[in-house]
Structures are given as structure tokens and as C-alpha cells.
């Protein structure tokens, strides 16, 4: 049962335009979430978190905001540049619990120049 | 600081061989865990360690062993290699806070024939 999904295995956005990657999460108890940006050939590197006291959190071109209602997150990137053609992770943590971490399958993000 | 490093980073097994990766980390942190990456898949977890001395299971521990004899070192141990256990092994490790990242090595890329 995947518990952290994301369901758009990729995605092609023109330089410039906003890049809207999803993720949805069926455990209530996740409170803690996480976006990985990984290039290939190289490990995950942290990107941007939330955590469910907020909805929204900035960090310069990158954005997430969170839906508890609809256990959904969003990451928004604007404006989207080639260099951020990576596969993107989403990964939801339950911080009451053991520091686990269940990641989504990841979306490739294409951005055109 | 070196960060998360893995070794090695290519290895090609074949079927019944053994080996034991090598996870290092240099930040002190209290957390480690061994992921593994398949197409489709995502990031799943094989085992994790929350101190010196312990280990638990993951999603996916079946075939592997794991050791954290040191602090700042965490071992993934295949004792009979399978060609189901070809994949991409990512080494990753997190301060012992709530709402923490987990930092990623580069990977190992394991093909056994």
C-alpha cells in the first residue's frame, strides 16, 4: 500500500513558467514533509520541508503548500529553469513515531529552454 | 566536511557472492539508514539505525543485514546476492531532532548477473 504517492511520473514545463509538482499522502499521522530534488547519478539532496502546522512555506523560488484536509502537497517552482530538471521526491514523515521517512516515486521534471 | 559517503560506488555481483557496503557519515548524527532505488519505485527503506549499537528493520530488509558498530559508520551486508537485489543503494543519515532532513550519499550501483 504506498502511502506517499505521486502520480505524475513526469513533466515538461517551458523556461520561465511555473512547474507544479503533486504529492498526495493517505496516513493521517504523517505531520512532516519533505521535498528531494536528485539529478542523476547523484544522492537526494534536501530541497524544502513543511510541517503540518503551516500551509505554505517560501524558499526564494520554491514553494510548498499543504492541503491536510485533502492530504495533499504541492511544490511550486517559479520561475522554473533548465537546471532544475531533476526527479523530484516527495516524503512524508509520523514525528510521534520513529524519524522514518516514506517516499513517493518520484516526478521527472523536464524544464525547456 | 566529506558529508555522506558510500564505498563503493559501482559493484557487479554474481548470483550466491557476497558483500558489505560501506556507509560513513561526519556529522554526528545520531540517525542512519540504508535505502534502496528502482525504477517506478522510489526511495524504499532496507534498515535503519537510531543510535550506536541498534538497527531495526525497513519496508524491504529481506536478503540484507545491517551493523552500526561505530557512530559514524553504517554497514549494508548481502550475504547471497539475487539479481532481484540489482538496484541503486543510497546511504543516508539525520540529527536525532523532530522535523529534521535526512542527508543522502551519492549511491552504490549494484548489478548482480
Known amino acids: 500500500d504506498q502511502q506517499v504517492k505521486q502520480n505524475s511520473p513526469s513533466l515538461s514545463v517551458q523556461e520561465g513558467r511555473i512547474s507544479i509538482l503533486n504529492c498526495d499522502y493517505t496516513n493521517s499521522m504523517f505531520d512532516y514533509f519533505l521535498w528531494y530534488k536528485k539529478y542523476p547519478a547523484e544522492g537526494p539532496t534536501f530541497l524544502i520541508s513543511?510541517?503540518?502546522?503551516?500551509d505554505k512555506n517560501e524558499d526564494g523560488r520554491f514553494t510548498v503548500f499543504l492541503n491536510k484536509s485533502a492530504k495533499h502537497l504541492s511544490l511550486h517552482i517559479v520561475p522554473s529553469q533548465p537546471g532544475d530538471s531533476a526527479v523530484y521526491f516527495c516524503?512524508?514523515?509520523?514525528?510521534?513515531?520513529?524519524?522514518?521517512?516514506?517516499f513517493g516515486t518520484g516526478t521527472r521534471l523536464k524544464v525547456l529552454a | 566536511n566529506a558529508g555522506v559517503t558510500q564505498t563503493p560506488k559501482f559493484r557487479v555481483l554474481k548470483t550466491g557472492q557476497s558483500m558489505t557496503l560501506l556507509c560513513a557519515q561526519d556529522m554526528n548524527h545520531e540517525y542512519m539508514y540504508w535505502y534502496r532505488q528502482d525504477p517506478g519505485m522510489g526511495l524504499r527503506l532496507i534498515h535503519y539505525?537510531?543510535?550506536?549499537?541498534?538497527?531495526a528493520k525497513g519496508e524491504v530488509p529481506d536478503g540484507y543485514n545491517v551493523s552500526r558498530l561505530k557512530k559514524q559508520n553504517f554497514l549494508l551486508g548481502l550475504e547471497s546476492a539475487a539479481p532481484s537485489q540489482t538496484s541503486v543503494y543510497f546511504c543516508a543519515s539525520q540529527q536525532d531532532r523532530v522535523w529534521q532532513e535526512q542527508y543522502f550519499g551519492p549511491g552504490t550501483r549494484l548489478t548482480v548477473t
Open positions: 513543511i510541517s503540518s502546522i503551516k
Open positions: 516524503a512524508a514523515s509520523a514525528t510521534s513515531g520513529t524519524y522514518k521517512y516514506i
Open positions: 539505525s537510531v543510535g550506536e549499537g541498534t538497527t
